[in-house]
């Protein structure tokens, strides 16, 4: 069948779900707590799927990621591979099947672009097109990252939230999900190491001092994220085991308690003037 051109609806996605019998990729930026639920609903008929990728802006607030979760749980239980991935650079919209039908063009897999935008889409089943579309998501596939369950879980569950209590702020917190910061990790490995927190009670005011001894990261700037300032510490609660237990899970080198309340001063000033020999920015 040659190349139709026309507004996108929900049927040409559920008929494409469902008609998948090998390998299906979603590749949309944004995919709404709606497009997860017919998405879910799409793969609930179809029961033999072996693979299943989603490539979406995970960490995104327009992207439903608790819904995202769930579905990948539910499928993984059926016996379906999910993969996930994550680009916050990611714009193309791509829904590819099996390498024999796919539908692209300008819709997320939103109510709002599938059920009621202005958008155009193109579907496709010939193996020319069809190979040129492939070839397309192979090329964006290395500038995604995969994102494991239990990342996501976190970000869900620790970081996702002040993204959504700030969502209407001019000033947004520089959140950065789990997943990127061991990329950054692993291609910043010739840096002086990862961030070291030490991480203890004060014996007066029974503030946790996240004092950070070393904030290296070449390439990048340094923000309040990075060194904890005596504003920030006003705002933590004492130490308890799940602090530490998180922060671990983070990637954080977590030292023994650090008793000298006098000294957090000097452990922020020592990390700014480390970055500063790095040449990096300063951020307050």
Request: with cysteine; net charge neutral.
């Amino acid at each position: 069948m040659p190349i139709s051109i026309s507004r996108p609806s929900w049927s040409m996605i559920e008929g494409l779900v469902k008609g998948s019998r090998s390998h299906l990729i979603i590749c949309a930026p944004w995919v709404s707590a709606e497009g997860v639920r017919k998405l879910s609903a799409y793969l609930a008929a179809n029961l033999g799927l072996p693979c299943l990728e989603i490539w979406t802006r995970l960490a995104d607030v327009l992207t439903d990621s608790r819904g995202i979760l769930d579905l990948a749980r539910a499928q993984a239980g059926r016996g379906t591979q999910v993969v996930l991935r994550d680009s916050p650079d990611l714009h193309a919209k791509i829904y590819y099947s099996d390498d024999s039908a796919a539908v692209f063009g300008s819709a997320n897999l939103t109510d709002k672009a599938i059920g009621n935008g202005l958008e155009i889409v193109a579907s496709c089943s010939e193996k020319g097109e069809l190979s040129q579309i492939k070839a397309v998501l192979e090329s964006i596939r290395p500038a995604t990252q995969t994102v494991s369950p239990e990342e996501l879980e976190y970000f869900n569950t620790s970081q996702r939230p002040e993204l959504e209590e700030a969502e209407s702020d001019a000033d947004r917190p520089n959140v950065m999900p789990v997943w990127r910061r061991t990329a950054i990790t692993a291609a910043t490995a010739n840096s002086e190491g990862r961030r070291a927190f030490l991480v203890g009670a004060g014996p007066k005011s029974e503030k946790v001092h996240l004092i950070v001894k070393m904030a290296l990261w070449r390439g990048r700037s340094i923000n309040r994220y990075d060194l904890i300032d005596g504003t920030r510490l006003e705002k933590i609660g004492p130490a308890k085991d799940a602090d530490i237990d998180n922060f671990k899970s983070r990637g954080y080198e977590v030292k023994e308690p650090y008793y000298a309340e006098g000294e957090t001063d000097h452990w922020v000033k020592y990390g700014i003037e480390q970055a500063q020999k790095l040449g990096l920015k300063i951020e307050k």
